[in-house]
């Protein structure tokens, strides 16, 4: 292995060190208590290491977003397996809400939290991207415009996700509610125009 290599690896295993503690002090004690100094002493790094990686903690923040991404992205796909239609809808739905309360931080930092992240733009990281497909792929059976009902349907989950975090809805109610999303979903897919392709416009 070159000096160049070794370095390279040295450098990506010290970024997956500093995402990894953030992820874990936001877990533990929420995201007032992630600072560059707290994160300096966790890996036992001096601050401006930290600052050689990431600019600010917003970038650290949109970091452990990025993963959050990811692995959203794969409770999606792993709740539409085996089912169709109106089921998949319901079974992804299902997965977004148990994602957002069993990682309220992680749900934070992909999107409370300010970051640099863009989304719906030329520049979107491919794990922004990934995460809008898999949640595109239950919704394009019952529309058109395909971009802007998975759009909706995630406003309307990230929206039962925060006020069932904040405590301010009924949590025993929370099949009712999705079975109301899922509803107005294909109620809006059957009254969409009956011809013409689907439209993915807007791609993530």
């Not at 050689?52 to 452990?64: G, M």
């Not at 300010?114 to 898999?134: I, K, M, S, Y």
């Not at 109610?173 to 013409?196: F, Q, T, W, Y």
């Amino acid at each position: 292995m070159g000096i160049a290599e070794r370095k390279g690896r040295e450098r990506a295993e010290r970024e997956r060190r500093i995402i990894a503690a953030a992820r874990g002090i936001a877990e533990r004690e929420g995201w007032d208590a992630v600072t560059i100094r707290r994160l300096a002493d966790e890996i036992e790094h001096s601050q401006p290491v930290l600052y050689s990686h990431f600019r600010n903690r917003d970038a650290i923040v949109a970091a452990v977003a990025v993963e959050g991404f990811q692995e959203i992205a794969l409770a999606f796909r792993e709740a539409a397996t085996g089912s169709t239609g109106r089921n998949a809808l319901k079974n992804v739905a299902m997965a977004y809400l148990a994602f957002a309360r069993r990682h309220p931080a992680l749900y934070a930092a992909m999107f409370v939290l300010p970051t640099d992240l863009r989304f719906a733009e030329a520049g979107t990281r491919p794990e922004l991207h990934a995460a809008f497909e898999a949640l595109a792929a239950v919704v394009t059976p019952f529309c058109v415009d395909v971009a802007a009902a998975t759009e909706t349907f995630w406003a309307a989950l990230h929206g039962l996700a925060e006020l069932d975090r904040a405590g301010r809805i009924r949590p025993g109610a929370r099949g009712e509610r999705i079975a109301l999303v899922v509803r107005a979903m294909v109620v809006a897919g059957n009254n969409s125009p009956a011809s013409g392709p689907n439209i993915r416009k807007g791609a993530r």
